[in-house]
């Protein structure tokens, strides 16, 4: 089969439209990529690529195609709405004149925010007439209104209108987290349509591959490692480093950047917290296995907000395939699956003591009691997250078999 993967983020970019092309070409499969310059997450186009760099590639056998887009800049709303329409506004023009030298027969759209990476998509269908596959890894226009802080309802219902246009467009729609199953059913019957198409972890996490990282503070070792963002919920994190600052054992490391970083660096000075919290800064993703090695556990956190009740961040896959337990403080489908897995502790969004009273209960665990959560864990990711079980779903799928 000749597949059409439509993305704006595509390798260097750390995404998973990478492991989608490059498995299906493993498999056999034809796979053309129609991207965007890569900027994620820094704002500026990579070095290497340009107007007149690396517009097309050849990559592990797939061809990449490369379109013009304004980069996000620092990440404020009038840069990323430049950046979302400029993508999709370019890569509609190359998909017209990609499809009248090309023959396809299928689409996937890894549709990460914003929806608007669907319109190419339906360029090629148009003029092609093939079935489009939609994976849905945010919701839109929901996302908009959590994230964005947008409430305008003409706004909203625009996007809810392009929403449905793609969802009643597309042949199948896959759901990363079953919580987005009547978000979507909310906006049409689209009930025969609906694929649970999770998430899963890079091969690195459940492989003992060591690399030189700095040197991580002794105690017992929280770990945050991701996206220090507003979705995060960090004022709550904080709170609960504040709970605990008096045990002087219990250490916070946080292994990433984001646009809330500043106000934790300001946070930990206000509240004096340079004895418990440390922020270790932005590293790429191959020293993250010996990181997370370092830890007793991991934290996962996301605001109390509807639609994150509904999302499973795929950091949770990630944190199960490298066997270690796991505190959250979270709502919804994360929370359940944490449960369901056995392989840690949660409470509720926001709640800072909770987060605080289930980081002392695993500080007292002993190490095989905190082994046995992070094995538990791993079995779970293995018998429903692997990449190779999801991508041969994806193939199942797209063949028609599901």
């Known amino acids: 089969m000749r597949i059409l993967l439509v993305t704006q983020y595509f390798y260097p970019e750390n995404f998973k439209s990478n492991d989608i092309a490059f498995e299906l070409a493993k498999r056999g499969y034809e796979v053309t990529v129609l991207t965007g310059l890569p900027n994620y997450p820094k704002g500026k186009i990579y070095k290497g690529y340009g107007v007149f760099q690396k517009r097309k590639e050849i990559l592990n056998g797939v061809k990449v195609i490369r379109t013009l887009v304004i980069p996000r800049g620092k990440g404020g709303g009038l840069r990323l709405a430049l950046n979302y329409f400029s993508w999709a506004f370019f890569a509609s023009i190359r998909a017209f004149f990609l499809a009248m030298t090309s023959k396809f027969d299928a689409i996937i759209v890894h549709e990460t925010s914003p929806i608007t990476q669907g319109f190419p998509a339906l360029v090629v269908k148009k003029l092609q007439s093939i079935p489009i596959y939609f994976w849905v890894l945010d919701l839109w226009p929901e996302s908009l209104q959590s994230a964005g802080g947008i409430n305008n309802k003409y706004v909203l219902g625009f996007f809810t209108a392009i929403a449905k246009l793609m969802y009643n467009q597309s042949q199948k729609i896959l759901i990363s987290s079953k919580g987005f199953r009547m978000s979507i059913l909310d906006k049409g019957d689209y009930d025969d349509k609906l694929v649970y198409f999770p998430n899963w972890a890079e091969d690195i996490f459940a492989q003992q591959v060591s690399v030189n990282i700095p040197t991580v503070p002794t105690g017992f070792k929280v770990m945050f490692a ?30 990433g950047d984001g646009r809330k970083k500043a106000w934790v660096d300001d946070f930990i000075y206000k509240e004096q917290l340079q004895d418990t919290v440390f922020i270790m800064g ?6 993250m296995p010996t990181f997370f090695r370092t830890a007793d556990v991991m ?24 066997s270690k337990p796991v505190v959250a403080m979270i709502n919804g489908e994360a929370r359940s699956l944490i449960a369901e897995s056995n392989c840690g502790f949660s409470c509720a969004a926001g709640d800072a003591v909770g987060l605080a009273d289930n980081i002392r209960l695993l500080k007292n665990k002993t190490p095989a009691e905190l082994d046995l959560l992070g094995k538990n864990g791993y079995v779970y990711y293995q018998k429903h997250f692997t990449k190779d079980t999801c991508i041969t779903h994806l193939c199942e799928i797209i063949e028609n078999k599901v």
């Open 226 to 255: 991701g996206n220090i963002g507003e979705a995060q919920d960090f004022e709550h994190v904080m709170q609960a480093a504040v709970k605990l600052k008096n045990d002087k054992e219990i250490k916070f490391i946080l292994v």
């Open 282 to 287: 932005r590293f790429p993703i191959e020293t």
């Open 299 to 322: 934290l996962l956190s996301l605001k109390d907000n509807d639609i994150f009740s509904l999302t499973v961040p795929a950091k949770l896959q990630t944190y199960m395939a490298a």
